[in-house]
Each structure stands twice: as structure tokens, then as C-alpha cells.
């Protein structure tokens, strides 16, 4: 009876491989965590990109369509979610240091008659590295009757 007790309980190699998986198990853990925040604020900053160039491109439609091959070349901030500038950080080495970029071109012409290709990219350093977003539209000169 007396070598029963002695033998009962949990040896000191069972004590080792019961923490050595607790904290493997933990350390999975906290590596998912990690992993599922990065992401999230990863898609955080694609939804301001998206936000923003729908914003942009509806602004540059409500432009008269003799101003649209002017804005070829020029940059736009993207604001954070609260509408303060700044919401996505520039790629190193941007000349303007803004993240968004528009870019004009003649699709198509036919006589005076144009059509516009507006192509907004954003290019920013983020949570998942460089990333990039684009969103393109014709446009054309609109008649109204």
C-alpha cells in the first residue's frame, strides 16, 4: 500500500510535457492574434483607399469636362476615418508625399469629341507593407437636353 502512494501523482517528466504544449498552445495563440489585427487594420486602410477614390472620382464628375485633363498628375490625400488628413502614410521617396495619385488620359477621340480615362491609384506603406488601390472611369462630355 505504501508503494501505491509513492507512485501516485504526476511525475516530473509529465509536468515538463504538460507545460511545454500549454505553451506551445499559447504561443500559437497569441501568433494568430497577432496575425488577425494586422489583418484587420489591413482592411481598414483598403476601405479608406476605396472610400476616398469613390469620393474623388464623384468630385472629379461634377467638374465641368474642360477642367478634367488638368488634373492629371496631381496628388490627394487620404483622410483618416475621422476626416483628419493623414490617414495613410506615403510611400518613402514620394514626391508629394500625398498617397493618391490622378492620372488623365484621352481613351478615345473622335473628331472635338473626347472620351477621358480618370484612373485614381493610391500607393501606401501600411500594416501589410506597400499596397496599392486603384479605381478608373470614362468619361465623357455629358449633354443635357
Not at 499559447?26 to 477614390?53: F, I, M, P, W
Amino acid at each position: 500500500m505504501d508503494r501505491d502512494r509513492a507512485e501516485s501523482g504526476t511525475s516530473l517528466v509529465e509536468l515538463m510535457i504538460g507545460t511545454i504544449v500549454i505553451v506551445t498552445l499559447l504561443a500559437s495563440l497569441a501568433k494568430l492574434v497577432t496575425q488577425n489585427n494586422r489583418l484587420h487594420r489591413g482592411d481598414e486602410e483598403l476601405q479608406l483607399a476605396y472610400s476616398t477614390c469613390r469620393t474623388t472620382m464623384e468630385v472629379a464628375r461634377n467638374l465641368p469636362f474642360s477642367v478634367l485633363p488638368t488634373l492629371d498628375g496631381s496628388g490627394f490625400d487620404v483622410p483618416n476615418i475621422n476626416g483628419d488628413p493623414g490617414g495613410l502614410r506615403a510611400v518613402e521617396g514620394d514626391a508629394d508625399g500625398l498617397t493618391g495619385e490622378i492620372k488623365v488620359t484621352v481613351d478615345q477621340a473622335v473628331g472635338t469629341e473626347k472620351i477621358y480615362l480618370v484612373e485614381l491609384v493610391v500607393h501606401w506603406t501600411g500594416s501589410m507593407g506597400e499596397r496599392r488601390f486603384g479605381m478608373s472611369s470614362l468619361m465623357s462630355m455629358r449633354v443635357f437636353e
